[in-house]
């Protein structure tokens, strides 16, 4: 039995005792007694956090990120549950890559590892996956992240197919062909830079073209890390007229703009890449009124040096996933409200996956965080659990930092031991 101590809910300023038995919440100030006594320390207690997309580069590239590093760096920014990305090397489209990367992840102890799946077979775009062994192995999503789909009879297929399985398809939704060679948004800035660019009309088009053939199928599909007005725009009239779709927004694309590239520093290279002030601000009126249904980080590391290279031949990617709930916090409390970024970033998340909505009731899953909404700390990339020790934020004063993640009832992260 454990029993955790000055802890809050939220809305409420009066502290609470919560206990846990076992892997569940058994429940609220109860006169019982308990083995273990952990202190909140007068911190917010919520369900633990949902990762959707997260890049956690095991197997083949653990020079940039492995599990343990990865996971460790979820549960420390609150998150009790981490969707990973198949673009690894191999691929993840062999069910006995899901069933050993869930198997080495439930033995190191952090956050959860649902990892996802390849649509198609080595991520080709060409023929799918072996769907339904994927499924058995414990698949969470099936996608093609880190590579778009350009043919749209594969995507029907993948998405009647996992439709079949009660599954969902998440999309990285960009035009190839649109896309071509673009580092970075294409405007005034990559005009100025004289650097190739990724215009927003390769998003949007594709999100359109996407939205029709989930229209066609009536399956669910998910847009990953949505980055312009127009593609928002798209999903939610899409929604209105009943398209089963939903979309996630990254921190970076709410938080940053392209005007952060002017001085061709390649930790703001990101795919899809950071857009104008206007989309920004877009996207926060999708959170707002409900068109986003989540926060996903796109945890994306690299080697330090990889990210030293110059705009054109630097990696895409950004890691966020220690500091995505402390940003958002810190920036958009005061617009969206505490409960709202914690459903953004819990029960959304959930909705996304056909998963039930986390909850702090007797009989729930003990997976919980606490957050410190009060002390003010820097953001310092040297003491990321993460293998990337940079940061767009770096030096960022942020509140909102969680002290304590519990995953299954157990200790995944608890800042200073």
């Known amino acids: 039995m454990l029993k955790i101590v000055n802890v809050k809910r939220v809305g409420s300023d009066a502290e609470e005792v919560l206990f846990v038995d076992g892997d569940k919440i058994l429940g609220w100030n109860l006169a019982v007694d308990a083995d273990v006594t952990l202190d909140g320390g007068g911190g917010t207690i919520v369900p633990a956090l949902i990762e959707l997309h997260a890049h956690l580069r095991e197997p083949g590239q653990e020079e940039k990120e492995d599990l343990a590093s990865g996971l460790a760096a979820a549960a420390a920014g609150g998150y009790g549950t981490v969707v990973s990305m198949p673009n690894t090397s191999p691929v993840v489209d062999d069910p006995a890559i899901v069933r050993q990367l869930a198997e080495k992840a439930a033995r190191l102890g952090f956050a959860r590892l649902r990892p996802a799946a390849a649509l198609t077979k080595g991520q080709q775009g060409k023929e799918l996956a072996e769907l339904a062994l994927l499924k058995d192995a414990g698949a969470a999503m099936f996608t093609d992240d880190g590579r778009t789909n350009e043919d749209a009879r594969v995507l029907r297929l993948g998405l009647e197919y996992a439709s079949s399985l009660d599954m969902v398809v998440s999309v990285h939704a960009e035009d190839a062909t649109l896309r071509a060679d673009g580092v970075m948004h294409e405007g005034e800035v990559s005009e100025a830079l004289g650097l190739p660019g990724n215009p927003a009309e390769a998003e949007s088009a594709r999100v359109a073209r996407d939205i029709e053939i989930a229209r066609l199928t009536k399956a669910r599909l998910h847009v990953q890390h949505l980055s312009t007005a127009r593609a928002l725009d798209l999903v939610r009239r899409a929604k209105a007229d009943g398209v089963p779709i939903t979309c996630e927004v990254c921190p970076h694309h709410l938080t940053l703009t392209h005007e952060h590239l002017r001085g061709f520093d390649a930790q703001y290279k990101v795919a899809p890449p950071l857009r104008t002030s206007e989309d920004a601000a877009a996207l926060l009126r999708g ?11 796109d945890h994306a590391p690299h080697t330090s040096s990889e990210k030293e290279r110059d705009l054109l031949t630097a990696p895409f990617g950004i890691p966020s996933i220690e500091v995505a709930f402390p940003l958002m916090y810190t920036r958009f409390a005061d ?22 909505a986390p909850t702090l009731e007797p009989g729930a899953p003990a997976d919980l965080t606490i957050l410190d909404l009060d002390t003010e700390r820097a953001v310092e990339p040297s003491t990321f659990r993460s293998k ?11 509140r909102g930092w969680p002290t304590l993640t519990l995953v299954a009832g157990r200790v995944a992260f608890q800042r200073g031991a």
Request: net charge negative; proline share 2%.
């Open 287 to 297: 959170l707002s009124d409900g068109t986003v249904d989540a926060v996903g980080t």
């Open 335 to 356: 617009t969206l409200g505490l409960q709202k970024l914690v459903d953004l970033f819990t029960s959304g998340a959930a909705r996304v996956m056909g998963w039930d």
């Open 388 to 398: 990337a020790k940079f940061s767009p934020w770096a030096g960022e004063v942020l």
